[in-house]
């Protein structure tokens, strides 16, 4: 591990740990008298249940839930010769609790086993019945309340919930009953072609659309012969009447296989053609949405709430799968699809096709659409805008097809396959290339650039092809701007590999500059600037490698930003001057004057927002540049002086890209509203957000919380929110930034405030990913950080840490050399073992674990002692077992408990008191040995220390508990006590 821990450790002494350690819970069995922990050691279960009692009423019911959990494991089970009268009770309480906390199936289960020791019981009765309400199982809840007002007539309490609940069915069930009425009624009113009240049927339509959503009321429509009124909704044409259509059919098809089968036969490809045949956004994104929902049907089956004997009547839909796909690809070349429906189609592919995890083996959906439809997929990304008798495509119509193209190459999975792709797209370009003249060449070059932004692998073969560069150049001095256009933005394409950019360097940079010099239109001027940036950022960051003279990059970035600012220039030309300056970015200086023009930065960021979504790859490059937030290697010095030896190259830094450079830009753009920005492109169409981007934006979101001091801004703006999504799914590197930095957000923010209601609970899996061994000691150490946070908030979140698998990698990092992980890890498995399940693993027979913390208690290393024997507290506080089996682990056990007692620390003396009075409590054997030693003394001495209250009232209880085992005399404990 090469990351400097001694470094990142001071930095956060100075800001996260001083957040962080009121989540560190190693002291909470160790609460002051008249403060509220984990119960004491030694208490009898009426005590318990009364501070459970006190805690409930004070609010903090997670805390009176481990009380009565504590209490339950001291009472005799069921099955003993005197059964415990507390049980019941205790099951009672604990049922109040899980429904203050809204678990209503541990609430039901709870009270379920209260009713069972005592069926009488009229208050676990109606908690039951509450907890069944929320549940949905209203009959079984009506059975509860009856038996309640059985026992007590005369309750009004009772008789009132049994009244609501009943009107609650009674309408439900009337509801239910008159549905049909209401269904005929709203499609008469949306059928009637004399009706002029729009109003009215606006409203009809959105009941129709809501009663649809849920599977009641959908149920009842597609009962109701639902389907082949909506069918003669969408045949009227009308805008407003296909959107309620489209958008009920939805709610039909939602989840439910055999529907969706009825449907989709009902529905047929002409009249779905006909939908998507209209120039009409909202109808398109409504007609992806349906289209979606019969894919997820299809591949997924019915939804748990309704899987029954509907699933027997679908047995298998792959067939309509392929079927409807086999349309869809037909569709993307069809004369009379709309742009938007085009786009539509693209994204449904973007979205169904490739597998959703590559762990997956299966693949064949992918291979199937490549066999049957990769040549109108390159068709769609070979047209060339406003060409006579081209397809109609929008300015996200090439970048989707791309992104598809990418995913549909990504997920494949051996050089077969891949092997088969270039082979099917070089066959498809030489075609055009070869015998269509000009504007077949044309096609073959559009094609090229959408595979260069796509699967660059098959873009590159495709440039390999015999004349293809060279017709690129030529054609970038044609006197037709549509020819220009292509062979321009061709042209800026190829140049990504270094090879490419040689050649073009060599042969296009003078064509280039022309063009930009002399030509008459913006639109073929701005493609030439953004050649030439392209080809002058060939050097990277790489300082010593500048492609131009002094002052040409600046000159150029200068142009850009003019051309970015000029809100009276069309949106393509603002895309290209972003596209310009996402190269030129590279460059230290032109960062700096960019950051230093508001009214650039400002425009950059408003087409962050804006909706021309094929601009938010450029502006996140231009983003990642400004804040560095590129890979970096810092250079072995040894391996530089072996270079400069052989007289290589040696890449140099820039001045300006110095750290304190960089906190500043980052600055600039926080205050500019760059996380609100981000945080608009994730918000955006998802499948717009090519994985590329999303690491893009995952890295610009890790270098704005770098400082702690910035990440309540970044949390406010909603940046914690965007980084979710951007952890779950994108690139490994891409969810390995965002992670991290949810990381940093909640190491130093109260992380119910960062990520409130159960958004908290999507946090955990990306933390817990930062704990594989594949990623740097930083990002682990980091990740733990965060899980101590959050499993020191409630039990839910330690079960959900639990529930990820993440113990047995916390352990694992508990024998990490380095001390600052190892105590991480200590310190993240103190507050996890509050959790019961976690606090059972230490009582396994043949592990170390509970050894482990014995011997880390003894360990020089402050923080890393307290971290163990907090740990040891908690333990010994909820689990009685743990203390009597400590003396087994170790023969050094009481030097390391005398050790603790006698710290000059205060936390951890009352870390080891605890520990020790938890032991006394647990066995009287092991307070035998306790007392027999050293510990006797010591234990007189502490509790007679008037600075150290708390540890003083710990050391009499102890002493109090040998009295009451006979092992010393109440005189001796008085005195010790210091009491007359």
């Known amino acids: 591990m090469t990351v400097d821990f001694l470094h990142f450790y001071r930095l956060n002494q100075r800001r996260s740990h001083r957040l962080l350690r009121p989540r560190f819970l190693g002291t909470c069995p160790c609460a002051a008298p008249g403060q509220h922990g984990p119960p004491r050691g030694g208490r009898k279960v009426p005590e318990l249940r009364r501070e459970g009692n006190e805690l409930f009423q004070a609010g903090r019911y997670e805390e009176a839930l481990a009380i009565y959990t504590r209490a339950l494991s001291l009472c005799p089970l069921e099955d003993a010769v005197e059964p415990s009268p507390h ?99 709203m499609f008469k009113l949306l059928l009637d072609a004399e009706e002029k009240d729009l109003d009215k049927k606006q409203k009809a339509a959105q009941n129709l659309i809501v009663l649809a959503r849920e599977e009641p009321g959908a149920e009842k429509i597609f009962q109701s012969d639902g389907v082949r009124l909506l069918l003669q909704l969408l045949d009227t044409s009308r805008v407003d009447m296909v959107l309620a259509a489209v958008r009920t059919l939805t709610g039909l098809c939602n989840g439910h296989r055999s529907r969706t089968a009825v449907i989709l036969a009902e529905l047929g490809a002409q009249r779905l053609f006909a939908v998507l045949e209209m120039e009409d956004e909202q109808v398109s994104l409504a007609t992806y949405s349906l289209l979606q929902v019969v894919f997820d049907a299809l591949k997924e089956g019915l939804q748990r709430d309704v899987r029954g004997k509907e699933e027997a009547l679908v047995l298998d839909t792959s067939k309509e799968l392929k079927s409807v796909l086999k349309q869809l690809l037909e569709a993307l070349t069809r004369g009379s699809m709309s742009a938007y429906g085009r786009d539509s189609i693209l994204n449904l592919l973007i979205s169904v096709v490739p597998r959703k995890s590559l762990q997956d083996p299966n693949n064949c959906l992918t291979l199937w659409v490549i066999d049957q439809g990769l040549k109108e997929i390159l068709e769609v990304g070979g047209t060339v805008s406003h060409s006579p008798g081209g397809l109609r495509v929008t300015e996200n119509t090439h970048m989707s097809a791309a992104v598809l193209l990418s995913k549909l190459y990504g997920d494949l999975k051996c050089d077969g396959e891949r092997e088969n792709f270039h082979r099917l797209c070089e066959d498809y370009v030489r075609g055009w290339f070869q015998d269509h003249g000009v504007p077949g060449k044309l096609r073959a070059i559009q094609t090229a650039s959408c595979l260069l932004q796509g699967p660059l692998e098959a873009g590159n073969r495709v440039l390999e092809l015999s004349g293809i560069l060279e017709s690129i150049l030529a054609l970038c001095a044609s006197s037709q701007e549509a ?141 990642v540049n400004c804040t560095s937030s590129y890979d970096q290697e810092e250079p072995d010095p040894q391996m530089v002086e072996l270079a400069k030896y052989a007289k290589q190259h040696i890449p140099e830094k820039h001045p300006k890209d110095k750290p304190e450079f960089v906190r500043r830009r980052m600055r600039k753009l926080l205050a500019a509203g760059v996380v609100s920005a981000l945080t608009c492109m994730v918000k955006s169409e998802p499948l717009s957000l090519s994985p590329a981007c999303r690491e893009l934006i995952s890295r610009v979101f890790l270098a704005a919380v770098e400082d702690a001091e910035d990440r309540g801004a970044v949390v406010a703006a909603g940046g914690g929110k965007a980084l979710i999504p951007l952890a779950l799914e994108g690139t490994e590197t891409g969810q390995t930034k965002a992670a991290q930095a949810l990381a940093k957000i909640t190491i130093t923010t109260a992380p119910e405030m960062a990520f409130p209601g159960e958004r908290i609970y999507e946090v955990v899996r990306p933390l817990v990913g930062l704990l594989h061994l594949s990623h740097t000691a930083l990002q682990n150490f980091e990740g733990l950080m965060a899980l101590t946070n959050l499993a020191g908030t409630s039990e839910r979140l330690r079960q959900k840490i ?137 234990l007189s001495v502490m509790a007679r220390a008037e600075d150290t209250p708390q540890v003083a009232h710990m050391a009499k209880e102890c002493l109090v508990q040998a009295v009451a085992y006979g092992l010393i005399k109440p005189s001796s404990a008085a005195a010790a006590a210091g009491e007359k």
Request: glycine letters at 4%; a negative charge; charged letters at 25%.
């Open 483 to 623: 020819d220009q256009l292509v062979a321009v933005e061709a042209l800026i394409h190829a140049a990504d590999k270094a090879k490419r950019a040689t050649f073009i360097t060599a042969n296009g940079v003078t064509l280039l500059k022309e063009i930009y010099k002399h030509s008459e239109r913006d639109s073929i001027r701005i493609r030439a600037l953004v050649g030439l940036c392209k080809l002058g950022s060939a050097g990277g960051t790489d300082f010593s490698m500048k492609q131009f003279a002094e002052g040409s990059t600046l000159k150029l970035a200068k142009q850009c930003r003019k051309w970015l600012c000029n809100e009276a220039i069309d949106a393509g030309t603002q895309y290209w001057a972003a596209e310009g300056l996402a190269f030129l970015t590279l460059d230290a200086d032109v960062k700096e004057e960019l950051l230093e023009d508001p009214a650039a930065l400002q425009a950059l960021l408003r087409l962050a927002r804006s909706e021309n979504r094929s601009v938010l790859f450029a502006v996140a490059s231009t983003l």
């Open 87 to 185: 049980r019941a009770v205790l099951h009672r309480n604990r049922a109040a609790c899980h429904l203050k906390l809204e678990d209503y199936f541990q609430a039901e289960r709870d009270a379920s086993k209260a009713i069972e020791a005592d069926g009488r019981d009229v208050k676990s009765l109606f908690r039951r019945s509450q907890a069944l309400q929320k549940l949905g199982r209203l009959d079984q809840a009506v059975l509860d309340l009856q038996r309640c007002v059985s026992l007590e007539p005369k309750n009004k309490a009772f008789q009132e919930a049994l009244r609501n609940l009943g009107s609650s069915m009674h309408e439900k069930m009337t509801a239910m009953s008159c549905t049909d009425s209401k269904v005929e009624q």
């Open 802 to 938: 639990v529930k990820e698998k993440a113990v047995p990698m916390i352990e694992g990092y508990m024998f990490e050399e380095h001390e600052m992980i190892r105590l991480a890890a200590t310190e993240c498995m103190c507050n996890l073992a509050l959790s019961p399940e976690v606090g059972e693993l230490f009582l396994a027979e043949g592990t170390d674990r509970l050894k482990l913390l014995v011997l880390y208690s003894g360990e020089e290393e402050e923080r890393l002692r307290r971290a163990a024997s907090g740990t040891l507290a908690v333990l010994t506080s909820l689990l009685p077992q743990v203390g009597t089996r400590i003396p087994q682990v170790t023969v050094h056990w009481l030097e390391i408990l005398q050790a603790l007692l006698l710290s000059p620390s205060t936390e951890l003396q009352h870390r080891g008191v605890v520990v020790v009075r938890n032991m006394v409590a647990a066995n009287k054997e092991v307070a035998e040995k306790l007392m027999e030693s050293e510990t006797l003394e010591i």
